[in-house]
T-cell receptor, first 112, second 112 residues
Framework: DADVTQTPRNRITKTGKRIMLECSQTKGHDRMYWYRQDPGLGLRLIYY???????NKGEISDGYSVSRQAQAKFSLSLESAIPNQTALYFCATGGGAGEKLFFGSGTQLSVL | GDSVTQMEGPVTLSEEAFLTINCTYTATGYPSLFWYVQYPGEGLQLLLKATKADDKGSNKGFEATYRKETTSFHLEKGSVQVSDSAVYFCALSDQAGTALIFGKGTTLSVSS
């Protein structure tokens, strides 16, 4: 089984719809992250969490929310999807400052 | 704020050619530096890292040296293979150790 599992792998939705992307990890790490990848822009941080009670905004949090349901689960929601949120979304987990991150395989989201 | 700049691609090489992908960074303090690789359809995975000045990270024939005087962490490989075709990301850990900051990525295409 993968260390970090993201569901769904692909999703097509319409403008204005609410959508949730889910992430679970088996590494036992406290830290979890959501990034989005856009061509030519690299990866940008949306939200991060250092434990169940700790949620922090990243560089591009507007239009997104998150929920840390358990140490192993971290979901990302788009309350009202818009086309410029079309991107590849990655969840990641890591052990601490300066440590490597383990990434999921990504969710390709298309907002029409 | 902290940032990473890497050479734009795509980089197109023949098998067995020498590879250099340039990466420079701006940061306060002494960040850890990373190279991640993303193969088609997959998430990012750590290729190598260095945590202090003059450290050399190496893996799978790839190398990068942490050069504080030039704020650089260039990726090199002496003889690339078709299987090295991927997107390569340079990254640093921010000063607070909060998250990784990524460059925009460089696409490498190797032909036989």
């Amino acid at each position: 089984d993968a260390d970090v599992t993201q569901t769904p792998r692909n999703r097509i939705t319409k403008t204005g719809k609410r959508i949730m992307l889910e992430c679970s990890q088996t590494k036992g790490h406290d830290r979890m992250y959501w990034y989005r990848q856009d061509p030519g822009l690299g990866l940008r941080l949306i939200y991060y969490s250092f434990d169940v009670k700790d949620i922090n905004k990243g560089e591009i949090s507007d239009g997104y929310s998150v929920s840390r349901q358990a140490q192993a689960k971290f979901s990302l929601s788009l309350e009202s999807a818009i086309p410029n949120q079309t991107a590849l979304y990655f969840c990641a987990t890591g052990g601490g400052a300066g440590e490597k991150l383990f990434f999921g395989s990504g969710t390709q989201l298309s907002v029409l | 704020g902290d940032s990473v700049t890497q050479m734009e691609g795509p980089v197109t090489l023949s098998e067995e050619a020498f590879l250099t992908i340039n990466c420079t960074y701006t940061a306060t303090g002494y960040p850890s530096l990373f190279w991640y690789v993303q193969y088609p359809g997959e998430g990012l995975q750590l290729l190598l890292k260095a945590t202090k000045a003059d450290d050399k990270g190496s893996n799978k024939g790839f190398e990068a040296t942490y050069r504080k005087e030039t704020t650089s962490f260039h990726l090199e490989k002496g003889s690339v293979q078709v299987s090295d075709s991927a997107v390569y990301f340079c990254a640093l850990s921010d000063q607070a150790g909060t998250a990784l900051i990524f460059g925009k990525g460089t696409t490498l295409s190797v032909s036989s």
